[in-house]
């Protein structure tokens, strides 16, 4: 089971279950897939795979988000539900 770390979303008065972008990277690599390796399927940078993954708000990509999704076979919403709520 993958950790989840609770975030308070005040304007929604509600509570998020965002995954740390620790346990995503520890999920895919559990799969035998690196960050890298995502990367190079994507045709993007690795560092454009990281800045998704730590939701730097300008540089995230939805296509990014729904392939880690993919790649946990998990909705990208459970993984990414304060992009995706």
Same mark, same amino acid.
């Given at each position: 089971?993958?950790n989840? !770390?609770?975030i308070l979303?005040?304007n929604?008065q509600? #509570? !998020? ?7 995503? /990277?520890?999920? !895919?690599?559990?799969q035998? #897939?690196? !960050?890298s390796?995502?990367a190079q399927e994507l045709?993007v940078s690795?560092?454009a #795979?990281? =800045?998704?993954?730590? *939701?730097?708000a300008q540089s995230r990509?939805? *296509? #990014? +988000?729904a392939?880690i999704?993919a /790649?946990l +076979?998990?909705?990208? +919403? =459970?993984?990414f539900?304060? *992009?995706?709520?």
């Amino acid at each position: 089971m993958v950790n989840i !770390l609770p975030i308070l979303v005040a304007n929604k008065q509600s #509570i !998020l279950h965002i995954m740390h972008p620790a346990d995503i /990277k520890a999920a !895919l690599a559990r799969q035998g #897939i690196s !960050l890298s390796t995502l990367a190079q399927e994507l045709d993007v940078s690795p560092q454009a #795979i990281s =800045q998704t993954l730590y *939701r730097y708000a300008q540089s995230r990509s939805r *296509r #990014i +988000e729904a392939a880690i999704a993919a /790649k946990l +076979e998990l909705p990208v +919403e =459970q993984v990414f539900p304060d *992009r995706n709520p």
